[in-house]
């Protein structure tokens, strides 16, 4: 029988790391954020592990991705925040299936009131430059939330948010200073929020000052670690994400022969080669080749020539590996499976992107 080629996440690394988090960052609540297909994960299987955990929040980028969860059987007694939105985003989807949206602008909140969207978080720009209103655009946006409040319109401003940028622990602390100064911009025309969040992973256990009333918490959730210079396993946490492909085929190649497109490797000696059935078409970069390895059986062997589109090659020697045999290209070091962090390592980024950029193309199965 040949291997399993797909990604299995593990459902209790997934709850165990909920557990452990939550734990951490008490008497903070937690976001459990799924957004991006829960960072590659499978976004569905993910957010119910996670609120079968204890999850009372579930974090998505735009209000597709929260519609998409509820009808995968999320029900209404979570709440599901979104905080990316179109210029022209139609808000009664919102409301329709209970999709808190955070909301970046005086033209979105009046959007989201028109549509009786029954709660909103504002969300401030403190410097990352992405979404949330610039502070000189508080005045006019707290103003316009005040008169709803005023006007006693059903939409309430329930929550305050920004985003760090992670740059340092002095940056982030100075985001903090701009969110309070947010808080009490909205104090002084009579809005209270309920909730405020600010930290995400790498703040949420780094800078605890940033927690606030909830972590938004993603990457760490799946058991990978936000920071360089610390481990997985030295933050209590599983790899959730075990990658493996089944041998397609096994290709004697001479000394001399180059393999893959442009041969940007060739055989130094006589040598075999396994084949396996992903590429860059599944989300792993063509750069990959030349630069990490996967574990057969007990060996580690080197991903060798450019990864083409639906398939990599990999340097068996004389090794016995045979057709079907199991490849895994990544999962928790602590069972001897290659780390992603090695894959981002080889072409210098960090493992969120690995992970998150595999494709819907790829199988998934949650165990």
Not at 101 to 127: K, R, Y
Request: with cysteine; hydrophobic share 45%.
């Amino acid at each position: 029988m040949s291997a399993f080629t797909g990604i299995t996440v593990d459902r209790e690394a997934l709850i165990a790391n909920y557990a452990t988090l939550a734990d951490q960052v008490a008497p903070s609540g937690v976001i459990a954020v799924v957004k991006a297909n829960a960072y590659g994960h499978g976004a569905a299987d993910a957010a119910q592990a996670f609120v079968d955990a204890g999850a009372e929040w579930l974090g998505v980028a735009d209000i597709d991705e929260g519609i998409a969860l509820r009808q995968a059987g999320i029900d209404e007694g979570v709440r599901i925040l979104a905080w990316l939105h179109a210029p022209d985003e139609d808000f009664r989807r919102a409301a329709q299936y209970g999709i808190t949206p955070a909301v970046s602008s005086v033209s979105q909140l009046a959007a989201a009131a028109d549509s009786e969207v029954p709660a909103v978080h504002i969300c401030v720009d403190t410097g990352l430059s992405r979404n949330g209103a610039v502070e000189s655009e508080w005045p006019e946006l707290f103003a316009t939330a005040g008169r709803l409040l005023q006007n006693g319109a059903r939409t309430r401003v329930e929550g305050l948010m920004s985003h760090l940028s992670n740059a340092s622990r002095t940056d982030d602390l100075d985001q903090d200073a701009a969110l309070q100064r947010a808080l009490d911009g909205l104090a002084a025309v009579g809005v209270v929020p309920g909730v405020v969040h600010l930290a995400a992973s790498a703040a949420s256990i780094a800078v605890p000052e940033t927690r606030r009333d909830l972590a938004r918490v993603g990457i760490a959730l799946y058991g990978l670690s936000p920071f360089a210079d610390r481990t997985s396993a030295e933050l209590g946490l599983r790899p959730a994400m075990r990658l493996t492909a089944s041998v397609l085929r096994t290709v004697v190649v001479p000394a001399g022969d180059g393999v893959s497109y442009g041969y940007t490797w060739r055989a130094g000696s006589d040598t075999r080669l396994a084949v396996i059935g992903l590429g860059y078409a599944d989300g792993l970069d063509r750069a990959f080749g030349n630069h990490v390895s996967v574990r057969i059986g007990d060996r580690t062997f080197p991903v060798v020539g450019r990864v083409a589109m639906n398939a990599m090659h990999i340097d068996i020697g004389d090794a016995e590996v045979a057709v079907g045999d199991e490849v895994v290209l990544w999962g928790d070091p602590a069972n001897g499976d290659p780390a992603v962090e090695d894959w981002a390592a080889a072409v210098g980024t960090i493992n969120y992107e690995v992970v998150a950029r595999l494709g819907r193309s790829i199988e998934r199965r949650t165990t």
